[in-house]
Each structure stands twice: as C-alpha cells, then as structure tokens.
C-alpha cells in the first residue's frame, strides 16, 4: 500500500459520518465493571471486529449497542444525534439488529414464517402465505442464497450455517444499517465461513455496518477491515488490519500485572508418575485428545470459551464420556462411563458454575461434604456406615482442612458466600478421597481474598501427591499456577507450553493465531 | 443497637429474645396443630378425653402415614398422585381376596404390598427411565390403578372385609393406665415413622434423596445414582399407600371412592408440615403433625357443621397459603 492511498482513506474516513458511535459509555454489574468509559466510531460500509479476552466486555458492549442492557453513563450516537434504548426492540426500529450465538428462531416453523414472525402480510386478517413466501423468495436473493434455501424450509431441517443466513435475511427485513454478530463463526465449516464472509461484503457494499465479536483471530484478519480490542471493560485501542500483524493484536489483548501473588510452581522433583494417560480421544465434542498428568503438578488447561476445555473435564470425568480413543488410570486401561466410575476411582471434578453444578443449597455444609461419601456407598448398604458417627468426626476435620468460615456446620451451603461454597465443595472431593483434581474456572466469581486461599489449597493439594487438572479463563491465573500449559482450540489440543509462558504465546495458540504463517515468525523474532 | 442501650434493660430484654427465638424457632405446624386442637376442645366434650384424643389419632394415622410417603417422593422434587387410587385398589382388592374367611388375611396383606411394590417400580421407572414428568406419570398411574381395580371387582365393590383385618384400623390395645385404650394405628404410625426417621434423616439414602431434590446436576456429577434413589422411592411412597389402605379399610366401608382425594390430602399435609414442593426440605415429625393439622381442620369444619365441599375449598386455600408463605420466608431471608 502506497503512502498516497493511505492518506486518501483516511481523508474519506474522516469525512464521512459515524454510523453508530459510543462515547465514554460505562456499565457496572454487582462486583464487576464490565464496561468503563469506552468511546467507538463504526462508519457506514465497514466490518469492524471487536476482540478480547473471555470477560473483556465484548458482549456487554454489543447488548448495550442493542438495547439489552442500559449503560450506566455514555451516550450512543446514530448517525450523530443521540439515542438512548431501553428495549432491544427500540434498538431495532432505529436499524440496529444483533444475531446472537444462539438463535432466536423457531426450528419447528417454516423460513418465511420465522423472518416475518409478528409481521406476517395479511388479507382480511389472514396470513396471505404466499405474499409471505414471495416476500422471503425476494428477501433470500438479495442476499444469493435463494439456491441453498427455500422459503418454505423448516429451519430445524437447516444446518447451523443456513440458520445463520436465514437470521441475516432476517435482520435485512428489518432495514438494519448495523449488523451485530456474535461469534458468527464459532460453528460454521471452513466453507460455511467462506459464504459468511462472500455476505458480508455484499453487506457492506449496500452501506452496512456490520460488527462482529469473535475469538478467531484467523477470521478477524480474513474479514474486517478493523479491529478494537477491548480488555478488562477498557479500550485498548482500534487498529486498521492492514497495519498490524495478528501478534500485534494478541498483545494488545493480553499483557497486564499480575495483580496478586501465587504460591511458588512445583519443582522437577515433586513431579510423580503419570496418573492419567489419554490418547487419541475423541467424542463429538472432542477431536484428537492425548495428554498426561503427573503426581504432584498441576496442569493448566487455557483457551477460550468454546475451545473445548470444559468437555474435556467433562469426558474424563464420565459426563459425556469419550467415544474413541484410550484413557489409562494409573496404568490401567479403562472406560469411565459415568460420575459415579470416576469418583469410585479417586477423581474430583470441581465445576465450573458452582450453583447449578456443586452446592446442594438448601443443604447444610455437613451434607454437601459427605455428599460423595455417600453416592460411591451402596443404596442398600448399612444405615449407619459413614452416617452419623464418622461423619461427626470427618466434616469438622474437612472444615478445618479448607477453612470453612461459619459458626456451624448445618448452617445451609446457600447463605455462605462465594468462596466459601467453593470451599465446601472442595471438601466434598476431599472427602471422597480423589487424588485427580479437575478444577473448572476454580475461582470464578469469587473475591481476591478467597482465590488466593484456594491457590494455595490446589499448591497443598500437589504437594500431597495430588495431581490436578486447572481449567482456567484468567491467563494469569493459568500462569500463575500451571507446571504445564495445554492449550485448547476448536476441540482439539492445539499444543503445550511450559510453566511461565507469556500471556502472549498462550493467546495466540488459543485464538488459532499458529494458523497464520507470518504470525509465528513475528513472534519468533519477538522472542530473539 | 448500640452498648448503652443494651446495658441496663438488657437481662429481661435478653431473656425474652432467648424465648421468642425458641419460639421461632418451633416449626408453625404445631402451633397450627395444638392452635385449632384446643378449638376442637372448647367447642366439643369428646375432644377433652383420652379416649375421644385416642380415637383422633387412630382416624388420623392412616392420612399420616400416607403423608411420609409422599414427603419422600416431594422431597426427591416430584409427586405421587397414584396413592389414593392404590388405597382404594386395597380396599376394593382386599375385601374380594379375604371374602370373609379371616385365614385369607397373610395372602390378602402379601398380595397388596406385591402390588404396591409393582405400581412403585413402574412410577419410578416412567419418570426416572423414559424421563416423563412425575406429575403425568403419576397422574396416569391414578386412573390407571383405580381402573383396574374396578375391572379387578367388576365393577362394584364385592365382598367382605374381615374382622381381624378391619383391626388394623380400627382396632385398640385394651386396658392402658392412664389412656384407657391405645389404637393398633397409631402403633403402627409410629413404627412406620421411626423407620422412616432413621432413612429419612439418618441414612445415605436418605440424604441422597434430599441431594436430588434440591439440586439434581450437582448430585449427578457427585456420583448419586439418580434414577435408582428416584425409584426407590416411589416404591417406599407406594408400599406406604398400601399399609395406609389397609388401615383405612378398617373404619370406611368398602366402597369405590375411598380412596378418593387422598393424593390431595397427603400434598397438603406435607405442605403444611414445612416440605418444599420441588424437593430438599422435609422432616417426618413434621409432616405426621401437618397430616394431624390437616384432620383438625376437617373436624372442625364439621363440628361447625359446614358441608363437604367447603372442606375441598379449604384444602386447597391450605396448599396455596403454605406454599406461599414459605415462598415469602424464604424471600424475606435471603
């Protein structure tokens, strides 16, 4: 690119008008500031990528923009006047519609039927179908894809890619001039993509804003035109793609202080055998998974929502178990088809969202203890094994052990606070006597105080001959306490990094940013 | 509440919290229970004897022990709306089996409790196994069960039930001090009901069914064995159907309706006795007193002389009422 057609762009770019704009827009959420004083111009006729971390803000910003959630302060400018939304459907009347990652449209009715819903053409008061066929035949081929669906498909007969397509017609029924997309790609084939992205440039032509969050660097360079990362609610910084490089924009992303302290990594000789062996696994979910864990390290699982970590946890664990493949348990070969196998064999799974999954709330912390205890025992066995007079002697020795703060132990789980009730459940896997640890998001939600208490409980933990499996969405979390780093991408393990690797090298393996070539030389030379 | 404040009036003060929190702290069925009991009292001789109590609670025993088993279905968040219809399959059943030859008594007692146990399992394997909610599941299971056991009779009730049989219900063990008399149902009420106080509240199992009902996911991944502790207790809230059917053959005649609206009943004896509908929470003694609220209530309406179907309406402004005040304690709570 010449110096001369750079300056004409950015002449056209500050001539014309801002199509949507944000200035100094904020939101809190109890505990959290999600947004903080973040200022955003889209022009008309651009793909513009909004990137970040997990918990960067991308979606708040996106449901503020249309209409789900009120900001706290900031302004929204269309077209320069001011508009404010207290309803999505505001949002959209004024040509702002968001395509979410899960759709909203009705599977068991026919494509016409779902772009017009509520808005259906009629006659006397009845549905005139086919002026609504007719309407949607007109809608498709606008947007070409008239060949690949019929208006009077049922959209649960679609694939995922055509449903996002009937969701685009949608919103161009409703004169959007702003197109949201929320991770547009996440599950589409690499043709499937390939279509999108043909779309949104016949968008774009037309004069369409088109705003897309995504977590796929190898996207976000195919199709925008700009880029704003956004990091812990603040804005780093809009870039136009063809100035920087994906590792640039990975640092962007990533790079902060660790902002508390983490007990010391294991050392070479704390490191056991391995405990647990899985090669080649697979489920629907999951392609390709080999890895090991050793006694006494914690192994750190990173990548971003959606990679696949969580189903991992969950296909070791027996939840959704693996369909192919090996997994081997101390040595042994063997299928955990269920929760109950893999706790009978000394697994623990701490989930990842503690309310739905760990605590049985109305339950006092006594019972939620001895929970596992129980399950792996007979139904029919002996009424007072393990009931009152061990567990007299074990809850309070577990209390002690994690450091429950109450006053008693029948107080109901669901009045402790966060970190408690993670504390409660980790002595529900104490208890049960696991020596595998999966730890799901460990310290999601709760406060800097209480983390680093359970930090230094997952360090004990190795230092007993534990081994532990941390799925973590806070890189320096991962940082901070893995031995060893796997990092997932679109189900597979994208590969390993050693203790102490930068946020940088994790980032770039968990967006696929390995897959763009001149990437890993930047970041090779970066390293020199 | 600053500390000068609590100095001076503070011991009087301080004793009176300590009752009122005791008092807080005693579940509101019994105050519901001894509340209209003394009512009942003021208003009716009988209930100021030993023998008119005696005879309450041998009237009340059967509603009481139906109610523990339903508490055990409630309590794993589903319901069972079979039992009433498995009470009059008892009556009718039995009363054909017996035919007046008291010998037939152990065939007649096995046979029912086989066809409880039966209805149980299918109960549990209906909503745990094809995964259809407890409330249709059961609700099926109702007309099913009454169904069969008029096609069973043909139609009408036949038969006689026996004397020794009828003592189940209605029978006493004579010549107590004090009480005079004490009824064989309350005897078996209080079996029945330390035996399910040492599952309900003392065992794995028991606790495994509080773990499913209040959150079914973590109990899962906990390694509970979902559907067989949902089956079992299906069979247990069965089984208990039918030992309450037994009973109630004792003091009703034989007749097709008997069981009738005892499903209902039992729901709002465990409601009143604290039980959370969609599981977690129960407690045996409570329920036994909201099965004996539930009773005082309806012999109060009677002594007020007020027709059957206001005790209908009343049942179910019980059950909206319970429900909603715990929904508002709860609330206040958190």
Not at chain 1, 119 to 138: C, M, T
Request: hydrophobic letters at 45%.
């Amino acid at each position: 690119m010449t110096e001369e057609q750079k300056q004409k762009d950015e002449k056209t770019a500050n001539l014309v008008q801002p199509l949507l704009e944000v200035q100094g827009i904020s939101k809190r959420f109890p505990g959290v500031v999600a947004l903080d004083n973040v200022s955003l111009k889209f022009m008309p006729g651009e793909i513009h990528a909004v990137v970040g971390e997990n918990g960067a803000g991308k979606s708040t910003l996106m449901k503020i923009l249309a209409g789900a959630y009120i900001p706290d302060s900031g302004n929204i400018l269309l077209k320069g006047e001011k508009v404010s939304f207290s309803h999505p459907q505001q949002a959209q009347d004024e040509g702002i519609t968001i395509i979410y990652q899960e759709f909203n449209l009705l599977p068991d009715r026919t494509v016409a039927q779902n772009i017009f819903l509520g808005r259906e053409p009629s006659k006397l008061g009845i549905i005139d179908i086919r002026k609504l066929n007719k309407n949607a035949a007109e809608l498709l081929k606008e947007i070409g894809v008239e060949k690949m669906i019929a208006p009077t498909a049922m959209v649960s007969s679609l694939s995922v890619a055509e449903q996002q397509l009937v969701e685009i017609a949608k919103a161009i029924s409703f004169n959007a001039k702003v197109l949201i997309m929320d991770e547009p790609t996440a599950a589409l084939t690499y043709t499937e993509v390939k279509l999108l992205l043909d779309l949104v440039q016949k968008l774009k032509e037309k004069g369409m804003s088109v705003i897309f969050i995504s977590h796929r660097l190898v996207e976000v360079f195919d199709f925008a035109e700009k880029i704003t990362v956004l990091k812990d609610g603040q804005l780093v910084g809009t870039v136009c793609v063809k100035d920087v490089k994906p590792a640039d924009v990975v640092y962007m992303m990533v790079g902060r202080t660790l902002d508390h302290y983490f007990p010391p990594l294991g050392k070479p000789e704390d490191f056991g055998d391995v405990v647990l062996k899985v090669t080649n696994a697979s489920n629907k979910f999951l392609k390709d998974i080999s890895f090991e864990l050793r006694k006494g390290e914690v192994l750190g699982i990173a990548g971003l929502q959606g990679s696949g970590r969580t189903e991992m946890a969950q296909a070791v664990f027996g939840v959704v178990p693996f369909t192919s493949g090996s997994l081997e348990l101390r040595g042994k070969t063997m299928i955990i088809k269920n929760p109950a196998t893999a706790i009978k064999n000394r697994i623990g799974f701490v989930t990842e969202d503690r309310k739905s999954e760990g605590i049985l709330p109305k339950q006092p912390i006594r019972d939620n203890m001895l929970l596992t205890v129980r399950s792996i025992q007979s139904v029919f066995g002996p009424i007072f094994k393990n009931g009152i007079r061990k567990a007299k002697k074990l809850v309070p020795e577990l209390g002690k052990q994690v450091d429950v703060r109450t006053d008693s132990y029948d107080r109901e789980v669901q009045y402790l606070s966060g970190g408690n009730q993670q504390k409660v459940v980790l002595a529900k896997w104490l208890a049960s006597d696991a020596d595998i640890f999966i730890f799901d998001e460990p310290t999601r939600g709760i406060d800097v105080e209480a983390k680093a208490s359970i930090h230094d409980m997952i360090r004990d933990l190795t230092k007993k001959g534990i081994a532990v499996l941390m799925i973590s969405s806070e890189l320096p979390e991962i940082i901070g306490m893995s031995d060893r780093v796997l990092v997932m991408w679109d189900g597979h393990i994208e590969g390993e990094l050693p203790a102490k690797s930068s946020e940088p090298e994790i980032m770039l393996m968990a967006t696929g940013g390995k897959h763009i070539k001149e990437t890993q030389d930047v970041l090779a030379a970066g390293k020199e | 509440m600053t500390t000068t404040t609590l100095k001076q009036p503070s011991k009087f003060l301080q004793i009176l919290k300590t009752i009122w929190n005791g008092i807080k702290r005693v579940p509101a069925v019994y105050y519901i229970f001894f509340g209209i009991f003394i009512v009942l009292g003021l208003l009716s001789p009988t209930y100021q004897s030993a023998n008119g109590i005696m005879a309450f609670l041998r009237r009340t025993s059967p509603l009481a022990i139906l109610a523990i088993g339903e508490m055990i279905v409630l309590s794993t968040g589903g319901y069972d709306l079979s039992i009433g219809s498995i009470v009059t399959l008892v009556v009718l059943g039995s009363s054909l089996l017996l035919n007046n030859d008291p010998t037939m008594m152990p065939t007649a007692i096995w046979t029912m409790l086989a066809l409880g146990l039966l209805i149980g399992l299918v109960n549990g394997f209906v909503v745990s196994y094809l995964k259809i909610p407890s409330f249709i599941a059961t609700l099926g299971m109702m007309l099913l069960v009454k169904g069969g056991a008029l096609y069973w009779v043909g139609g009408a009730p036949r038969g006689y039930l026996t004397e020794n049989w009828r003592d189940f219900g209605r029978g006493y063990f004579e010549n107590i001090p004090l009480i005079e008399r004490f009824p064989y149902a309350l005897a078996i009420l209080l079996v029945l009901a330390l035996v399910t106080y040492f599952i309900y509240h003392r065992s794995n199992f028991g606790k495994q069914i509080l773990a499913i009902g209040d959150n079914v996911r973590a109990s899962q991944l906990s390694g509970v064995r979902v559907r067989l502790v949902r089956m079992i207790a299906f069979v247990i809230s069965s089984l208990f159907a039918v030992i309450g059917g037994i009973m109630i053959g004792g003091f009703g005649g034989v007749n097709v309706t008997i069981g009738e609206g005892l499903e209902m009943q039992t729901i709002a004896a465990c409601v009143v006795g604290g039980v959370l509908l969609g599981g977690g929470k129960g407690s045996v003694m409570n329920v036994i007193f909201g099965a004996f609220t539930m009773e005082a209530i309806f012999n109060l309406l009677n002594l007020l002389g007020l027709p059957k179907p206001y005790k209908d309406a009343v049942q179910g402004l019980i059950i909206i009422a319970a429900v909603a005040y715990v929904a508002l304690s709860t609330r206040k709570k958190k």
